[in-house]
């Protein structure tokens, strides 16, 4: 039988025989091997990399289930890694930044990150985050097999749940994982005004208000791919997704 143990912030985690593989990219040794002692504590198996060649060669030949990665590394910069392991394969991306800077985030967003951290960050926070992430790809591939029925069309813009594809005007959007989710969120109830609390605990599965920034920057990364004029917002309150009038 599988074991599990119950994480310091109430997480389970597998044990031995089915850990997770989290790759950590970051070039500061004090901060990567306190990820890592973190992680392996929490009950995963860690590799980690220090530059931006190196973490592409461990994601290909290693194939972890999920990528903490850096934006600022030597060779070449997080970015590019995140473009060159999503090519290889789909995997989420936890993305750092040191700068809390606004467009780091959303280009990260772009290139196929699912989620990001601004330093400095608590380490029960990060593992939150992972075990997050973690849980939303076991809950789209169970989606795949037992797949929503059926595409909802919104206007002109459909979301099929069953392929986890959406179109604007018959035209495909690329939507990573994270921004399908929180338009499907947002989907359920069209016109009703969500607040990013609400967005945060339903998508991200986390209940600390101090992560409403990150629902913030995946709307505006939403906005991009499905038009502006499609997101609501209530100024203080949250957000809705806008459709046509009967």
């Known amino acids: 039988m599988e074991q599990t143990h119950t994480s310091q912030n109430g997480a389970t985690a597998a044990t031995p025989g089915a850990q997770r593989r989290v790759l950590v990219v970051e070039d500061d040794p004090t901060i990567v091997d306190a990820i890592a002692a973190r992680l392996r504590a929490e009950g995963f198996v860690v590799q980690t990399a220090v530059d931006g060649p190196s973490a592409v060669d461990t994601a290909q030949a290693w194939q972890p289930d999920l990528l903490i990665l850096d934006i600022m590394l030597p060779g070449f910069d997080g970015l590019e ?4 392991v999503q090519a290889q394969r789909p995997v989420p991306v936890l993305m750092l930044t040191a700068r809390d800077d606004e467009t780091d985030m959303l280009v990260g967003l772009g290139v196929g990150a699912d989620d990001y951290m601004t330093k400095p960050f608590s380490m029960r926070e990060l593992a939150a985050r992972v075990h997050v992430l973690l849980r939303r790809v076991e ?106 009038t009967p």
Do not use: M
């Not at 969120?185 to 998508?203: D, I």
């Open 139 to 244: 809950r789209a591939a169970l989606a795949a097999t037992t797949p929503r029925s059926g595409i909802l069309r919104l206007g002109e813009l459909e979301i099929d749940h069953a392929q986890r594809r959406v179109r604007v005007r018959s035209e495909d959007v690329h939507l990573t994982p994270t921004e399908f989710d929180l338009l499907v969120c947002l989907a359920n109830t069209p016109r009703a005004v969500l607040s990013r609390e609400q967005l945060l605990a339903e998508v991200w599965d986390w209940a600390d208000a101090s992560g409403t920034r990150t629902v913030d920057s995946h709307i505006k990364a939403l906005r991009r791919k499905i038009g502006a004029e499609r997101i609501r917002t209530v100024h203080g309150v949250g957000y809705a997704l806008e459709t046509p």
């Open 81 to 84: 890694v995140c473009r060159r």
